[in-house]
């Protein structure tokens, strides 16, 4: 069916004008294969091909999204048409599929037999040179790829060795680590402790403090108190109300009471 039997968006005809290009690329493609004798250069040439397929599957479901989106502007009749021609493209797009699958198996076949055909040529050869020896150089092989077998099994236990020694390395290093790790636990406890009992002796120092501090001014008081009625007793020595203080001196008389005190001592004598 071509393009122009169908009327189409530009952007449809653009989807299909790539998948048609990849359906000719694949029947020149498949076309080649049957020229190429080398096996791996076909499975090449298959692969190319199965990725073009892949992008002719991804165009194909894109034709179908453009189509959904543009089916409410066409008419029936064309949208049955771009429908018919995108089936037409899926069964296109299936037979080439097919086609690989066939020439697949037909290369698995292939290298099968190759494989098979190897080995039984090498079998040969290794026959062939196991006659042309003689008995001693047979033992002589023996013994050398028994020596070679030995030689393997010794750096085998070397590396077992060294892998136990490693992971005995590696658990003393966790027992010490887990060791050290206690050892740091306890010592972050005994600092913790030591932080307590700190705080409780400054809290203690604290309240020792603020008490002598209360001491302190009480007894402070106290001396200004005494300092106070020492003064006012200087000051107003015949002031009752305030008691004599003990230590201290009375006050001396007043100078009428001296004049008459020395006039009678005189008149005494």
Do not use: W
């Not at 949208?79 to 296109?92: A, C, G, S, T, V």
């Not at 005494?226 to 230590?247: E, F, L, M, R």
């Amino acid at each position: 069916m071509a393009a122009s039997d169908v009327p189409m968006s530009p952007e449809l005809e653009q989807v299909d004008g790539e998948i048609q290009d990849i359906f000719r690329a694949l029947q020149n493609g498949f076309q080649k294969i049957d020229k190429i004798k080398d096996s791996n250069r076909q499975s090449k040439q298959l692969e190319e091909l199965t990725g073009k397929m892949r992008e002719c599957k991804r165009l194909i479901k894109e034709f179908d999204r453009v189509l959904k989106d543009e089916e409410k502007r066409n008419t029936s009749e064309v949208n049955k048409q771009l429908n018919d021609k995108k089936q037409f493209m899926i069964k296109e797009l299936n037979s080439y599929v097919t086609l690989r699958k066939t020439y697949q198996s037909s290369l698995g076949n292939k290298r099968i037999e190759l494989f098979d055909a190897g080995n039984d040529h090498v079998a040969e050869d290794n026959v062939q040179m196991a006659s042309e020896m003689s008995n001693q150089q047979l033992i002589d092989s023996g013994m050398k790829q028994m020596d070679q077998t030995d030689q393997a099994i010794q750096r085998s236990k070397m590396v077992v060795a060294q892998t136990v020694e490693v992971g005995a390395q590696t658990a003393t290093t966790l027992t010490q680590q887990t060791d050290q790790m206690k050892r740091i636990g306890n010592e972050l406890d005994s600092v913790h402790f030591s932080l307590k009992k700190a705080s409780q002796m400054v809290k203690e120092i604290g309240r020792q403090v603020a008490t002598d501090k209360c001491i302190m001014a009480f007894l402070f008081l106290i001396v200004c108190g005494v300092i106070a009625i020492i003064v006012v007793k200087i000051v107003n020595p015949h002031n009752k109300s305030i008691p004599d203080i003990p230590g201290l001196a009375p006050p001396a008389p007043p100078a009428q009471n001296r004049k008459l005190l020395s006039v009678d001592s005189f008149r005494m004598l």
